[in-house]
């Protein structure tokens, strides 16, 4: 069973993913701060549901203190992912607050 993988979803050794997810620029998928809350989209590269489907990525909102505020949300690619802290900025530019989908 694979664990590990790039952001193109292909399998990886847990040293490559180590390597990979040590670089920050390779994590980052998506940062934005609004009104003193950041939304943050990163590759995480590993499956922690034990999904069909690896939920690799997932957005999560903060403090500007990066305190941890709310859900976190998990995706399987890159696209969903990018989409889903397109519409999480959305909501934080609207006052809205998101909540687990």
């Not at 995480?44 to 957005?59: K, L, N, R, T």
Request: proline residues 4%; hydrophobic residues 50%.
């Amino acid at each position: 069973m694979v664990l590990f993988f790039d952001r193109d979803n292909e399998p990886l050794e847990l040293m490559d993913w180590a390597m990979k997810f040590e670089d920050e620029e390779y994590r980052k998928v998506a940062f934005d701060v609004i009104d003193g809350v950041v939304v943050s989209t990163i590759w995480v590269g590993f499956d922690a549901f034990d999904d069909v489907c690896p939920q690799i990525f997932e957005s999560m909102l903060f403090t500007e203190a990066m305190v941890p505020y709310g859900d976190r949300w998990n995706y399987a690619t890159e696209m969903q992912a990018l989409v889903a802290h397109l519409t999480l900025v959305k909501q934080v530019q609207l006052h809205v607050l998101p909540t687990r989908r």
